[in-house]
């Protein structure tokens, strides 16, 4: 099928080579001119891993291109649609300006019979805005919420757990000779290599579509603020945390994943989705969402104040005019995005109060350093912790989880780590002379003023 992906970042770039890569002719638009440059050349603009194996075999076989050029779009029959919704300057509310701007680009060159189709995640209600924004184009619309994640964003997108089809009420999938079968059909046929490996395809109205994406994120941000306030309440009782979640996590009711307490959560999506779902919740008088929410959200910001806060005790007091070493700026591993991120946030609030603090990350300074000229920046490991007075690990990449804490302790000024990810072996850290401190690991009670 001819397809056209509007918005080519983290989530649309993923999605035309993927879609590439399963025999569909992709072409993805940008506004972005430098994005669209390197997608061209068959380089991610980002980092993701698998994405630019994908970019090159898309790139050689001639089934994907990317171009600033909307007028591309004219001849695609699936167009999908991949524009930040990003939160609000000014409110909890989602910005909707670039999805209005890319919906009305694409419904003024769409052909006849050809189907538009969102990705983004909006709140709910959208759908019917973006059909006056298409102004009377002669298509149909779908909403087909995506549920990947980044760091693993590939394998997510080529063996989704689940496929959602938002359609028209009069639109199901009972195949030829029902009245608006159309866009169901269109997408079984977009993705007919998935479900023909066994993907579960739900397809239901636009607004359980809508809500059941935000209510997804929603239900992830709540298992790890519910996790994050046991770790609060296991440092006040002396209790571990990461041993209260593997034991809660074995019942196969509750489940391992999502348990791990820590800084919290971060990145482009969770943090305004939950905010965006609060606001959805206000507007539709549903005060029980927009308490929970509110709650969510206070705990997992309340982390990275708990995390500075034990930092600074683990400085006599105050940081001010301490040398801080910060392992650690992406909003989580394997990615190189700084929206949001719970390390960086933290390293700004020390550097805030007067501390000298550098920071470390395999793959995110670039994106990093100009953004934030009160902190400084190293790729080198080493020369991050250098002299430090205290180490906090803040991002739980796999070659931080593998310092050799022998190695550490002879750069540092004073051998202090906060594991806020609870993901060194604790114990051999102390044997090789560490005083580590977890989240929730019960290490509060031993706080030593140094
Ligand atoms: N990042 C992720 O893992 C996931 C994101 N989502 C949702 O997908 C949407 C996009 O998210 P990201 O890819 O992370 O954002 P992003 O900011 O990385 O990418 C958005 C892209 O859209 C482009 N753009 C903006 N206006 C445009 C226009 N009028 N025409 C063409 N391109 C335009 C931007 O230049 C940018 O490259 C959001 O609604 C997000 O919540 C959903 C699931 C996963
Ligand atoms: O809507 C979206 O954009 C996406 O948001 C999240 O994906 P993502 O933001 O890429 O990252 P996650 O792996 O979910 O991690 C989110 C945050 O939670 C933190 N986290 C995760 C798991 C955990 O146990 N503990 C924990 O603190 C991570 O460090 C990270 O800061 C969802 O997992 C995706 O399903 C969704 O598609």
Redesign the pocket.
């Known amino acids: 099928m001819k397809i056209s992906v509007?918005?080519?970042?983290?989530?649309?770039?993923?999605h035309a080579a993927t879609l590439a890569s399963m025999g569909h002719d992709v072409v993805g638009?940008?506004?972005?001119a430098d994005?669209v440059g390197h997608l061209s050349r068959g380089f991610a603009?980002?980092f993701e891993p698998g994405l630019e194996d994908l970019l090159a075999d898309g790139r050689d076989s001639g089934r994907l291109t990317f171009s600033?050029d909307?007028d591309r779009v004219a001849d695609a029959e699936v167009h999908f649609l991949?524009?930040?919704?990003?939160q609000s300057k000014t409110s909890d509310l989602?910005d909707l300006g670039?999805?209005e701007?890319?919906t009305r680009?694409v419904g003024a060159r769409a052909k006849a019979g050809s189907a538009v189709v969102g990705?983004?995640?909006?709140p709910v209600g959208t759908v019917h805005r973006v059909r006056e924004w298409l102004a009377g184009a002669d298509v149909a619309l779908a909403w087909n919420?995506?549920?990947?994640?980044?760091g693993t964003?590939v394998k997510d997108s080529l063996v989704p757990d689940r496929l959602v089809y938002g359609v028209e009420d009069s639109d199901d999938a009972a195949g030829p000779g029902s009245a608006g079968h159309g866009t169901v059909r269109t997408l079984d046929e977009v993705y007919a290599p998935l479900l023909h490996a066994g993907v579960p395809r739900i397809v239901t109205s636009f607004a359980t579509a809508e809500l059941i994406?935000s209510a997804a994120n929603a239900y992830l941000a709540t298992k790890l603020s519910y996790i994050n306030a046991m770790a609060e309440l296991c440092d006040a009782a002396g209790a571990d945390v990461t041993q209260l979640s593997a034991a809660m996590g074995l019942d196969p009711r509750i489940g391992q994943r999502y348990l791990a307490a820590g800084l919290g959560f971060g990145?482009?999506?969770l943090p305004?989705?939950i905010r965006s779902f609060r606001a959805q919740a206000r507007e539709l008088a549903v005060d029980s969402v927009d308490a929970w929410m509110g709650l969510v959200d206070s705990i997992n910001v309340g982390q990275r104040g708990r995390v500075a806060a034990l930092a600074a005790e683990l400085c006599g007091g105050a940081v001010s005019g301490r040398r801080i070493a910060v392992l650690g700026a992406a909003f989580k591993p394997d990615t190189d995005?700084i929206?949001d991120s719970p390390a960086l946030d933290v390293a700004v609030r020390l550097a805030g109060a007067g501390a000298h603090v550098v920071v470390t990350d395999p793959k995110a300074i670039n994106n990093a350093w100009m953004r934030y000229p009160q902190l400084q920046f190293e790729s080198s490991l080493a020369a991050a912790v250098e002299g430090a007075e205290i180490v906090l690990l803040l991002t739980e990449w796999p070659q931080f989880r593998a310092l050799d804490p022998h190695d550490l302790a002879g750069r540092v000024r004073r051998p202090v780590i906060i594991d806020a990810r609870n993901v060194l072996p604790r114990t051999e850290w102390r044997a090789a002379g560490w005083t580590v401190h977890g989240v929730g690991t019960g290490d509060a009670a031993r706080v030593h003023v140094a």
Not at 145 to 150: N, T, V
């Open positions: 509007i918005g080519c970042g983290y989530l649309g770039a993923v638009i940008d506004t972005d994005k603009p980002f600033t909307m991949c524009v930040g919704t990003p989602a670039y999805l701007a890319a680009a990705k983004s995640t909006v919420p995506e549920f990947l994640r980044q964003a994406k990145g482009g999506c305004k989705d995005d929206r």
